[in-house]
Structure formats: C-alpha cells, structure tokens
C-alpha cells in the first residue's frame, strides 16, 4: 500500500511540474499565436482596405451573440475615432449556414461584403461572391435595397439575415465595441 | 446524414489511416505478416479507437474548453490513451481468458500505435460533432483492419515466391503498400 | 571521459543503428510528411530538441539509485509525463514562431509523442547511462534520423516536383528550381513521387539498396574468412 502511496505522489509531482511548465511557455507563446492569427484575418480584410495593415489600428472583439462572431474595429492609426467596422457574422440560410464579412462605414452604410464559406457546400461561396446583393453603399439595415431575387434565392435568406443580424447589433450598440 | 456518410466513406477508402495518412505503419509492417495477427491486432485496434476517441473527445469539451487547457491536449490524450489500455487490458483479462489469449499481446503495442492519438486529435481540429466523431472513429479503425488484411492475405502468399534477395522483408512489403496505394488512390475520384 | 566512446557513440545514429533505415523506427512520419525537403529538416529539428532533452531527462531521473527507486515502479508513466511535456513545448514554440511549418507537419508535430524513436532511446540508452552521455546519444540518433528523411525527401521531391525547398519560412527563400533537366528532358515530373505511393516506393528501394550493399558486404567478408582458413 505505502509503495503505491510514493508512486502516486511521484506521478503527482511530476504531473503538476510539467502543468506548471507548459502554462508559463503557454504564457509567453498564445500573445504570438494570437498575433498570426489576426494577422491571417486582416489579410482576409484586405478585400476591403487594402492598407489595413499600414493605416488603420485594428482590434478584434470576440462576441459569439445572434450569429455575430466577432467584430474587427478599424480606427485611424493613432487616432481614437472609430473609420469602420468588419463585422463576421453567420446565419442559417436554405439548408446552410452562410458566414460572411460585412464592412460598415462610420455614417451605417455597407462598404462591401465577402462571403466565406457555406456550411460544408464547397464552391458554393465561391458563387455567392459573383451575385450582387445591392447592398454596396446602402444603409445595413435597408431592407429595400436588398436585391433577393439575384439567382440564389436558396441562400439569399441567409445573406439577408447576416445583413439584420449586423444592423441590429449597430442599433443596440452603436458601431464597433 | 449525407454529411457522415461522406466522413465515413472518406476515412475508410480514400485518406485511409495506413495507406493516405500514414498512421501505425510500425504494427503494418510488423503485424501484417499473419492474416491472424493482423485480424486480432485490427480488431483491437477499433475497440481501442473507439472507445479512446469518445473518452477523448468528451474531457477535450466538457473539462479542457471550459479551463481553457487546450494547449495540453496532446499530453492529456496520450494519458489517458495509456491508462485506458490498460483498463482494458486488466477487464478483458479478468472476464474473458480465451479473447484476452486473442488480443491480449497486441494491447500493450496499442499505446505507441499513432493512429489512436492521431484519430483523438483529428477529431478536435477537425471540430468534429459527437456523431461524426463517432462516425470517423469507427471508419478509420475498420479501413486500418480491412487494409492490413488484404495486406497480410498478400504477403502470405508472398512468402512462397522467390523475391530477389535484397527486396526480402521491408522492402518488398513496402512496394507491396504502394501497389495497395495505388488502387486506394482511385477512390477519391467517387466524391 | 572517453572521447573515442563518445565519438563512436554518437555516430553510430548515423549509419550502424540508423533508426529508419536499420532498425525500422518513425516510419509514419518519414513517410507522410517528407514530400518536400523543408518538412524533413523542420521535422528533424523537432525531433533532436525533444530527444536530446527527452533523453537527458529520463537520465536524470534514473540515474540516482535513491531517485532511481522512486521512478522504476512507474517508469512508463513517467517517461510518457516527461516525452510529452516537452512534445508540446515544441508545439506550442513552433506555432508560435513556425507558423506556416506548424500547419504542414499538422498531426505529426503532436505525435512525435508516440515515436518509437523517442521512447527506445529512452528505455535501452537513457535509462542507465550518465545524462551526457545520454544527450550524445540523442543527438547522434535524430541528426541519424534526420538524415535519414531528408534522403527520402530529396527522392521526393526532385522527383515529384522538380524543386529543392531547403528552407521557405518567413523571409527565407531557399529554393533550388530544377525544372530546367525537365524542360532539357522534355518531360514532367513525376507526379507519383509527390503522392503517398511515392512515399512507400521511395522507402521500400532504399531499404532495398541498402540490404544489396550490406549483402555483398557479408558475401566478401564470408569469402575473406574462408580464404583465410584456406
């Protein structure tokens, strides 16, 4: 019994010394793994802006809330005015789920728009990316604007409802935060 | 339902864990000697991979996420792949002599075996949901014995033909692999 | 110390024991990731990191008799604690600084736990040999290794792509293109050397050249001894 008891305890120490260990390294690398990630999303970004890495001061806020990811706050760099807002967001069409990136000007209205992917469908977002939506320059909320009947009318509710869910998010919490 | 059929289909012909991914060929060139060897280690193996890739799964979601460890899961993985071979091994021991005589000497080459990690971490970077989880789970095990015994069935029969000596053992068995690599290949055109 | 021991110590990774292709040890990376000859030396340098400091540890912990009492009763656990820990150190340093690296050897960097390698050193050299000598050791089987892959690699990728990829991370951008033997050949490369069947047929006709030397090695030093007897 008290051999068993030593080597628990020998596991034990050991287990809590490699813990140990692994969250200090941990510590020093998860700031740099996070830093490749933002900056393999901001080359996405660059659909949009195509200096957004030399021009703009970018932040990611993480919601997870009414099918809005995150929210990528673009402000001037070195200034603390909000320029724009890129807004990741996913919502289910026909059958799938659309996920695509909304950019949002200061005054509301959409800057452009990409879309990501369609859940599982390969090549299907591709498609997405050639129909215009005329949402460019309208107000994100406008639902008049919005041109369902472009081809894809499986999908374009699912579009529509990216389109709400970002306007809605403005509405209740002003732009970016 | 399409979906894991598609998972399933995909895991057992086309990125199949030995001749595609190329996990546990240490057992396939070891093993695959013997069509009854490689029968007892294949089934093994899918109890093990099953079993390891749902315990796996779960404590990665319910226990890891929440603390926010993920970082840890390669060595939490292979603890506690270990600790449930052993499990295992003791439960099949204590109930069942005559199935612990069939596969008890494959349990403790289990642990090493890549393709149980592999499959645990597949299906957390994949983000696999319970059910496909299961459904590559169970896939990957029965391609890895359906290909080792074709396998084993082949080099049987290679035993009795006069291989030049410098290609005897490894060599040939390998050139033997590519040829089953070659028809397993052609599945993906399906998809 | 001795230096001789130690020399010979260390090089017999490289030829006498090579871990791939005399002992048959890590053949699932060796084949999977060595499509090009960047992954190879990537994975080399993950490798010699945990198996000098895997090596060293379990040396340290076996080699005092009073330590040694503690840690025999549960050594595989142990082992597994310590060969882990330091597998996902590298992990978590090479996504860190290795990125686009990090993402092509995907599964293997993590299964680097479950490398045969790793563990046989551990149990047959480490575990009662002084940790410097341990280190050696280590050293000697990973750059064995390493060798080992980047030999298949070259195959591979010469063959399968017609470049050389030595190094193509960050800044760096050393690429040999060889395409000009191609173009001079007018034919393409072979695409089958890029894919898995390349992998084992490239494996299976080294292990084959390599059993053809060490056969007629044996052959001349059988006729040697039988001339001698004569």
């Given at each position: 019994?008290?051999?068993?008891?030593?080597?628990?305890l020998?596991?034990?120490?050991?287990?809590?010394?490699?813990?140990?260990?692994?969250?200090?390294?941990?510590?020093?690398?998860?700031?740099?793994?996070?830093q490749?990630?933002?900056?393999?999303?901001?080359t996405?970004?660059?659909?949009?802006?195509?200096?957004?890495?030399?021009?703009?001061d970018?932040?990611?806020?993480?919601?997870?809330e009414?099918?809005?990811?995150?929210?990528?706050?673009?402000k001037?760099?070195?200034?603390?005015?909000?320029?724009?807002?890129?807004?990741?967001?996913?919502q289910?069409?026909?059958?799938?789920?659309?996920?695509?990136?909304?950019?949002?000007?200061?005054?509301?209205?959409?800057?452009?728009?990409?879309?990501i992917?369609?859940?599982?469908?390969?090549?299907?977002g591709?498609?997405?990316?050639?129909?215009?939506?005329?949402m460019?320059?309208?107000p994100?909320?406008?639902e008049?604007?919005?041109?369902?009947?472009a081809?894809?009318?499986v999908t374009?509710?699912?579009?529509?409802?990216?389109f709400?869910?970002?306007?809605?998010?403005?509405?209740?919490?002003?732009?970016?935060? | 339902?399409t979906?894991?059929?598609?998972?399933?289909?995909?895991?057992?012909?086309?990125e199949?864990?030995l001749?595609?991914?190329?996990l546990?060929?240490?057992?396939?060139?070891?093993?695959g000697?013997?069509?009854?060897?490689?029968?007892?280690?294949?089934?093994?193996?899918v109890?093990?991979?099953?079993?390891a890739?749902?315990?796996?799964?779960?404590?990665?979601?319910?226990?890891?996420e929440?603390?926010?460890?993920?970082?840890?899961?390669?060595?939490v993985?292979?603890?506690?792949?270990?600790?449930?071979?052993?499990?295992m091994?003791?439960?099949?021991?204590?109930?069942?002599?005559?199935?612990?005589?069939?596969?008890?000497?494959?349990?403790?080459?289990?642990?090493?075996?890549c393709?149980v990690?592999?499959?645990?971490?597949?299906?957390?970077?994949?983000?696999?949901?319970?059910?496909?989880?299961?459904?590559?789970?169970?896939?990957?095990?029965?391609?890895?014995?359906?290909?080792?015994?074709i396998?084993?069935?082949?080099?049987?029969?290679?035993?009795?033909?006069?291989?030049?000596?410098?290609?005897?053992?490894?060599?040939i068995?390998?050139?033997?692999?590519?040829?089953?690599?070659?028809i397993?290949?052609?599945?993906?055109?399906l998809? | 110390?001795?230096f001789?021991?130690?020399?010979?110590?260390f090089?017999?990774?490289?030829?006498?024991?090579?871990?791939?292709?005399?002992?048959?040890?890590?053949?699932?990376?060796?084949?999977?990731?060595?499509?090009?000859?960047?992954?190879?030396?990537?994975?080399?340098?993950?490798?010699?990191f945990?198996?000098i400091?895997?090596?060293?540890?379990v040396?340290?912990?076996?080699?005092?008799?009073?330590?040694?009492?503690?840690?025999?009763?549960?050594?595989?656990?142990?082992?597994?604690?310590?060969?882990?820990?330091?597998?996902v150190?590298?992990?978590?340093l090479?996504e860190?600084?290795?990125?686009?690296?990090?993402?092509t050897?995907?599964?293997f960097?993590?299964?680097?736990?479950?490398?045969?390698?790793?563990?046989g050193?551990a149990?047959?050299?480490?575990?009662?040999?002084?940790p410097l000598?341990?280190m050696?050791d280590?050293?000697?089987?990973?750059?064995?290794?390493?060798?080992?892959i980047?030999?298949i690699?070259?195959?591979?990728?010469?063959?399968?792509?017609?470049?050389?990829?030595?190094?193509?991370?960050?800044?760096?951008?050393?690429?040999?293109?060889?395409?000009?033997i191609?173009?001079?050949?007018?034919?393409?490369?072979?695409?089958?050397?890029?894919?898995p069947?390349?992998?084992?047929?490239?494996?299976g006709?080294?292990?084959?050249?390599?059993?053809?030397?060490s056969?007629?090695?044996?052959?001349?030093?059988?006729?040697?001894?039988?001339g001698?007897?004569?």
């Amino acid at each position: 019994m008290k051999k068993g008891l030593t080597s628990g305890l020998v596991l034990l120490v050991l287990g809590l010394i490699a813990g140990l260990l692994l969250g200090v390294v941990n510590a020093v690398t998860a700031p740099i793994i996070a830093q490749n990630e933002l900056r393999e999303k901001l080359t996405a970004l660059e659909v949009f802006y195509p200096d957004i890495k030399t021009a703009y001061d970018v932040t990611e806020v993480v919601v997870g809330e009414n099918g809005i990811e995150s929210i990528f706050v673009l402000k001037a760099k070195g200034t603390d005015t909000i320029v724009a807002a890129v807004y990741g967001v996913a919502q289910m069409g026909y059958k799938s789920e659309v996920s695509m990136l909304i950019a949002v000007r200061a005054n509301g209205s959409v800057e452009g728009y990409a879309f990501i992917g369609t859940g599982g469908t390969e090549g299907l977002g591709l498609v997405l990316n050639d129909i215009d939506f005329g949402m460019t320059d309208a107000p994100v909320g406008d639902e008049t604007s919005f041109d369902a009947v472009a081809g894809a009318s499986v999908t374009s509710g699912g579009v529509l409802a990216c389109f709400e869910a970002v306007a809605a998010r403005i509405a209740a919490e002003g732009l970016g935060v | 339902m399409t979906n894991l059929l598609t998972i399933a289909f995909t895991a057992f012909f086309i990125e199949n864990v030995l001749l595609y991914q190329f996990l546990g060929i240490c057992s396939f060139i070891g093993v695959g000697k013997k069509r009854s060897s490689s029968l007892g280690m294949g089934l093994a193996v899918v109890v093990t991979i099953i079993l390891a890739g749902m315990a796996t799964w779960a404590i990665y979601r319910y226990v890891m996420e929440p603390l926010e460890i993920g970082y840890m899961k390669t060595i939490v993985f292979i603890l506690v792949i270990a600790a449930l071979v052993q499990m295992m091994e003791t439960i099949i021991k204590k109930f069942s002599p005559a199935l612990y005589k069939a596969l008890g000497i494959y349990l403790p080459l289990i642990t090493t075996n890549c393709a149980v990690l592999g499959v645990a971490i597949t299906n957390i970077t994949r983000d696999y949901s319970f059910a496909e989880m299961l459904v590559y789970s169970a896939a990957i095990p029965l391609g890895y014995l359906f290909v080792m015994y074709i396998y084993a069935i082949i080099r049987e029969k290679l035993e009795l033909n006069p291989v030049p000596k410098a290609f005897r053992g490894v060599p040939i068995a390998m050139i033997l692999a590519a040829l089953l690599a070659i028809i397993f290949s052609r599945f993906g055109g399906l998809i | 110390m001795d230096f001789k021991a130690v020399r010979e110590n260390f090089f017999k990774g490289f030829v006498k024991e090579n871990p791939l292709f005399v002992t048959v040890l890590g053949t699932c990376p060796a084949l999977a990731i060595t499509t090009k000859v960047e992954n190879a030396v990537g994975m080399g340098i993950a490798l010699f990191f945990v198996l000098i400091l895997s090596n060293l540890l379990v040396s340290l912990v076996t080699f005092r008799p009073k330590l040694r009492a503690l840690v025999m009763p549960v050594r595989i656990p142990v082992y597994i604690v310590l060969i882990a820990t330091l597998v996902v150190i590298t992990e978590m340093l090479m996504e860190a600084f290795l990125q686009p690296l990090y993402v092509t050897l995907g599964v293997f960097i993590p299964l680097i736990v479950v490398n045969c390698i790793i563990f046989g050193r551990a149990e047959a050299y480490a575990s009662d040999h002084k940790p410097l000598e341990s280190m050696v050791d280590g050293a000697g089987m990973a750059l064995g290794y390493t060798m080992a892959i980047i030999l298949i690699s070259l195959f591979r990728e010469i063959l399968g792509a017609g470049t050389i990829t030595i190094w193509a991370q960050g800044n760096a951008n050393v690429v040999l293109d060889l395409h000009f033997i191609y173009d001079f050949l007018g034919i393409a490369p072979i695409d089958m050397f890029a894919k898995p069947v390349g992998a084992f047929v490239t494996y299976g006709l080294i292990l084959a050249v390599i059993a053809a030397v060490s056969n007629a090695k044996a052959e001349k030093a059988k006729i040697a001894a039988a001339g001698v007897k004569k």
